[in-house]
C-alpha cells in the first residue's frame, strides 16, 4: 500500500533502537507529526537486531565523551522502561578478567573510567574472589561490574514503536528512502522524499540509517567527512552441556587500539550462552553470512583512503581476527583464557551482526558518537555500541538537535 500522501514535521530515517529512540522522543512532545521510515520488512532488522543483547555499564568510556555520558544516562533509563514494559532482562553483571600481566595496567585503566563514570558497584577482584563470581573463569585479577545486564533488544524495539505510536506517530516498514529532494511550498521550503511506499513530505530529515547513514547524509546533499565501513562478528552458541561454566557476562580486557571488546561470553535472557563475536571486514554493509559480497560495497571500501591507511596499520590485527573466524579452535583457545575448562567441543555456530564503524581519511576508526546537523536535516553518523544501551538517552539528544534545526530553519 503506497504512503502517496504522508505528511510529517520529521521523518526519521532509520527503525533501529536509535531512531525509535528518536521518534519516541521527537513524538512525547505532543506538538510535531513524526514518521519513522524503515527500509526492511521489520523493525530492528540490522545491528539492533543482531548483538549480544548487553545492557552496557559505561565502564570502557572516555569520561565526558558522549558514549560514556549517554551510556550512564540511557543504562538506567533501559532498565527503567524495561519494567514498566515488563520486557525480559536482567540486572546480571560482568566479570572483565585480565589473564596475563600485561593487561593489568589496562584493567586499572578501565577501573579509573568506571569510577569515573559513576560505576558506584565496581569492585576489584583477585584470586578466590574471582571464581565466587564465576566458578569457571581464571585469571590474575577482574573488575565486577554489577551494573550490566541483559535484555531482549528486538522486543526493545517493538516497545518503542509501540510508544511512537501512542503518541500519534507512524512507524512504516517496507520504506527505503531513494531520494531526497527541495519542497518549493511554504515559505521557505522543507524536504519532498521517494520511498519505495511512494511520496513523502517533511520539514526535517532525521538520518538513523546506521549502515546506511553516510548514503542517506549524501542523499540530503551532505558531504560526510568519514565513511561507513562494516565489520562482521560471528558469535557461537555453548553447547547445552556447558552452558552450566558461565553464570552471567565474562569479557578479557580489550585492546584500547580498537572498539571492540575481544571474545567473550555472554548469557541471554532466554539461558543460551554465547561466545564471541570476532571482527572482520565485511564486503557488504548488510553480509551476515561468509562469502557475502555486494560490489558497491567493497568499491566504496576499496577507494577509500582512510581504508588503507588504516589496513596498513592494523593488518596483524586483521589476519588473526580473519583466522580465528575460520578456525574454531583458535576462538576455542582464546575462550579457555577466560573459562580453561571450554573445548572445541563446546562450540556450536551462531548467528552474526555486522557493526557499522565510521572511518575517517587518516584511517582512524571513530571512537564516538556522530551526530551533525546541516540545514533540514540531522545526521547520526557514527553510534555503535554502546548506541542500544544508550538508545534512549541517545534519542533524547538526537530530538533536541532535531528541534534546534527546525527553530533554526524556520516554517517550510
Not at 555503535?384 to 528541534?403: D, K, L, Q
Request: aromatic share 6%; with cysteine.
Amino acid at each position: 500500500m503506497a504512503d502517496s500522501r504522508l505528511s510529517c514535521d520529521v521523518a526519521v530515517v532509520g527503525g533501529g533502537l536509535v531512531g525509535l529512540g528518536a521518534a519516541m522522543a521527537l513524538a512525547a512532545r505532543g506538538d510535531l507529526r513524526v514518521a519513522v521510515l524503515e527500509a526492511e520488512a521489520a523493525l530492528a532488522a540490522h545491528q539492533s537486531g543482531h548483538n549480544s543483547g548487553v545492557i552496557h555499564s559505561g565502564l570502557y568510556y572516555r569520561p565526558r565523551s558522549l558514549k560514556a555520558t549517554l551510556c550512564v544516562a540511557g543504562r538506567e533509563a533501559l532498565y527503567r522502561f524495561c519494567a514498566e514494559e515488563s520486557i525480559p532482562h536482567r540486572r546480571c553483571g560482568k566479570l572483565v578478567v585480565a589473564t596475563v600481566g600485561e593487561e593489568l595496567a589496562a584493567l586499572d585503566e578501565l577501573e579509573r573510567r568506571g569510577r569515573a563514570n559513576a560505576l558506584t558497584g565496581l569492585r576489584r577482584l583477585e584470586g578466590e574472589a574471582i571464581r565466587e563470581i564465576e566458578p569457571g573463569a581464571a585469571g590474575l585479577a577482574a573488575l565486577w561490574v554489577p551494573e550490566t545486564g541483559i535484555v531482549d533488544y528486538p522486543a526493545v524495539a517493538r516497545a518503542y514503536a509501540r510508544r511512537v505510536e501512542a503518541s500519534g506517530g507512524r512507524v512504516l516498514t517496507d520504506a527505503r528512502l531513494l531520494r531526497v529532494g527541495r519542497d518549493g511550498s511554504g515559505p521557505r521550503g522543507g524536504l519532498r522524499l521517494e520511498t519505495s511506499r511512494g511520496a513523502a513530505a517533511c520539514a526535517l530529515l532525521v538520518n538513523c540509517a546506521g549502515l546506511q547513514a553516510d548514503r542517506v547524509a549524501r542523499l540530503c546533499g551532505s558531504r560526510p567527512p568519514a565513511r561507513i565501513v562494516p565489520f562482521r562478528g560471528e558469535y557461537w552458541e555453548l553447547a547445552a552441556d556447558a552452558r552450566d561454566q558461565v553464570r552471567g557476562l565474562i569479557y578479557p580486557v580489550p585492546d584500547a587500539r580498537f572498539p571492540f571488546l575481544g571474545v567473550h561470553l555472554t548469557r541471554t535472557v532466554d539461558g543460551r550462552v554465547e561466545a564471541g563475536p570476532n571482527a572482520v571486514l565485511a564486503w557488504r554493509r548488510e553480509g551476515y553470512r561468509r562469502g557475502s559480497f555486494a560490489p558497491r560495497d567493497a568499491l566504496e571500501i576499496l577507494t577509500w583512503p582512510g581504508f588503507w591507511r588504516f589496513a596498513g596499520r592494523h593488518w596483524r590485527t586483521g589476519l588473526r581476527e580473519t583466522w580465528r573466524a575460520a578456525v574454531p579452535g583458535v576462538l576455542a583457545r582464546d575462550l579457555r583464557r577466560l573459562v580453561p575448562a571450554l573445548t572445541c567441543a563446546d562450540l556450536r555456530r551462531g548467528g552474526s551482526g555486522v557493526r557499522a564503524m565510521e572511518l575517517d581519511r587518516e584511517g582512524r576508526l571513530i571512537d564516538d558518537f556522530h551526530i551533525l546537523a546541516e540545514g533540514r536535516a540531522v545526521h547520526v553518523l557514527n553510534a555503535p555500541s554502546p548506541a542500544a544501551t544508550a538508545s534512549i538517552a541517545i534519542g533524547e539528544r538526537i530530538a533536541e538537535a532535531a528541534v534546534a534545526a527546525l527553530r533554526e530553519a524556520g516554517p517550510s
